[in-house]
């Protein structure tokens, strides 16, 4: 493959070379310069995730890290509606998000990215609503810009689970704690100036211009030495070998209490009430 290097002006309007990941068009990657834009492309399911999005985005994320000529990442979603609605309940009922056969699934974690821990600055261009595991991609970020349109939010507790990808841990400690365990225990959205406001997302832009805003920002790291860039990277993340110590025993706080909730008869209630489009009964058990 022949990679197009377009140093001068943007990056963005550099000629897109094609990236051949994931073996399917659930995820689309693109060069462009020495930025590689990775798409969701399952606008028909709001780009929730299946295992084709955890090996397309996976695979992408590998690839980068690997390039000596990609330095940063952009990560969106097809479509105007959607950045992702978190996880794809079909493929989640047909066994497709875990447990794997394949290691690399696991280690990269939900999406193929929120445990996957590359030298490689990454940016979440968040281009609609990004709910449960889609706010989940974005605290796994370096960075974010969102669209006027965006929001965030863990709204699992309304299903009787729980926010599993991260984002139980991670939100109270980007954003103010007391606000953080707000939209946790109550499930409520922030808007994309809330998010802003309170740190979770860097700019906040119209629709038609994030795109250009994301590359903006990441061509701003582009001017700097890409080594040094990176070397930061890992220290400001506590990265070592691709995994970040500190969160070790979050993740295993996660998946216990995860397992126990998982099945209780309130977890089965959620999942049953949201597909018979009705409220839930809880029993607290």
Known sequence: MTITDDTAGSSFAATPVPVPIGGNDAVLAEQRGHVLLV??????????????????????????????????VIVTGAGDKAF?????????????????????????????????????PTIAAVNGFALGGGTEITLASDLAVAAETASFGLPEVRRGIFA??????????????????????????????????????????????????AFALADEIIENAPLAVQVSKRIARGITAGSVASEDADWARTSEEGQALLSSRDAQEGMRAFAEKRAPRWEGR
């Open 39 to 72: 798409t969701l492309n399952r606008p028909e399911a709001r780009n929730a995730v299946n295992r084709d999005v955890y090996v397309g985005v996976g695979e992408a994320l590998e690839y980068a890290e690997t390039r000596a000529d990609i330095w940063v």
């Open 164 to 213: 599993g990808a991260g984002g139980a841990f991670r939100l109270p400690r980007q954003i103010p704690t007391k606000i953080g365990m707000e939209a946790i225990l109550t499930g409520k959205p922030l808007t994309a100036r809330r998010a802003h406001e309170l740190g979770l997302v860097n700019r906040v832009v119209p629709f038609s211009d994030l795109l250009p805003e």
């Open 84 to 120: 992702c609605a978190g996880a794809d309940l079909k493929a989640a009922a047909a066994g497709e998000l875990g447990p794997f056969e394949d290691e690399r699934l696991s280690r990269w974690g939900f999406a193929g990215y929120v445990s996957h821990h590359i030298s490689k």
